[in-house]
């Protein structure tokens, strides 16, 4: 099961999976399923990803864009310490390319071991400009690791810029929400892979626990047949609330850096936006409460599952530093959506009557 879930992962399928459509051509020369490590968490992918690069380097990371919390906490607390680039546009780049040149003139610090980035990134659903990351990285030496969690490999073509591409296959990968795992892609094609392989080849231990393989191999056999069904939905939700005066900002990757965007889009019919998106209200705090109390889906904290699920996202992870957290374009009352794959007539019913609930 786990050399099943490495060959699908990477695009590289035997004749009769690939009958099953479950199944991504990748875009990248040389690369095989023994280039992809299968972790028990996304997390758990990101720590052990920071781990390897750790073995062949011993400077600082950054952290480029609003990530997920425990990202960030993981590159802090665990090695040298890392910079943080919240808002992951304008004069970030500029402040990024400081920080490279610093380092890798100091006699005293060591140069940047590696770049982290969302694409998107959660809740904002930000894109980097990861011909410029990329650029950046290969001028100073230091690696790009690239989340495609929001995005997912059938929409987004992130592997062509990154040494690395860490996912959560808890997510849409799955999608039942009854199972959790994390995966590592290796760019063969990068100038840190030997070190990186080896590394991983030596040190990687396999944790995934077999009956969570089974499930999670079972659940993504249809992954690449959910995926355009979910674009499509969220497409609908994110033009729905983009259009109410009630709505002061969504958060979606058509609108959002969509330049940035489409420049790792996949130029297939169904790639689209991925199923995540995040918006604030021009109401803000009792407005989003409406919304939220009768937005009659599931509540709670995950995203990617196939039915849609909603959660006031910043409470939730930045309860102690919702002040930092607005600092970055986090508002307080921001609200997650996750879209499903509910009818389209009746996700847009759902999101009209939650809209409908706040006062003009």
Excluded at 40 to 54: E, K, P, S, V
Excluded at 67 to 91: C, I, M, N, R, W
Excluded at 309 to 318: D, F, G, W
Aim: aromatic residues 10%.
């Amino acid at each position: 099961m786990k050399a099943a879930l490495r060959r699908r992962i990477a695009g590289a399928l035997s004749e009769e999976e690939q009958k099953q459509g479950a199944q991504v051509e990748r875009g990248v020369a040389g690369l095989s399923a023994d280039d992809v490590f299968v972790a028990t968490t996304g997390m758990g992918a990101i720590f052990q990803a920071h781990q390897a690069l750790l073995r062949i380097g011993r400077g600082k990371s950054i952290c480029f864009g609003f990530s997920y919390t425990d990202t960030l906490k993981v590159l802090q607390k665990f090695g040298p310490g890392a910079y943080f680039l919240g808002h992951g546009e304008g004069a970030d780049y500029d402040e990024l390319e400081q920080i490279l040149e610093r380092h890798a003139k100091s006699a005293e610090e060591d140069p940047i071991l590696a770049i982290f980035t969302e694409c998107p990134s959660n809740p904002l659903l930000k894109t980097a400009d990861l011909s410029r990351l990329r650029s950046l990285a290969d001028q100073y030496g230091a690696a790009l690791v690239v989340d495609e969690t929001i995005g997912s490999f059938p929409n987004v073509d992130v592997l062509s810029w990154a040494d690395i591409v860490v996912s959560s296959l808890t997510k849409v990968f799955s999608g039942d929400s009854n199972v959790m795992g994390g995966s590592i892609v290796l760019n063969p094609n990068r100038t840190h892979y030997a070190r990186l392989r080896a590394t991983m080849d030596a040190e990687f231990e396999d944790l995934l626990w077999c009956e969570d393989a089974v499930f999670l191999e079972r659940n993504s056999r249809d992954f690449m047949s959910r995926v355009p069904r979910i674009n499509a939905n969220a497409l609908a939700v994110a033009e729905l609330l983009a259009a109410s005066p009630k709505v002061a900002q969504v958060n979606y990757p058509k609108f959002t850096t969509p330049d940035n965007y489409e420049l790792i889009k996949r130029k297939t019919a169904d790639a689209g936006y991925g199923g995540l998106l995040s918006v604030v209200f021009a109401g803000g705090e009792d407005a989003s409460r409406l919304f939220y109390d009768n937005l009659s889906c599931c509540k709670g904290p995950s995203l990617g599952t196939n039915f849609t699920l909603a959660s006031p996202y910043t409470i939730l992870a930045h309860f102690t530093e919702l002040d930092w957290a607005a600092k970055y374009g986090v508002s307080p009352y921001l609200v997650r959506i996750s879209v499903g794959l509910e009818p389209h007539s009746e996700l847009l019913a759902m999101f009209q009557t939650a809209l409908d609930a706040i006062p003009e």
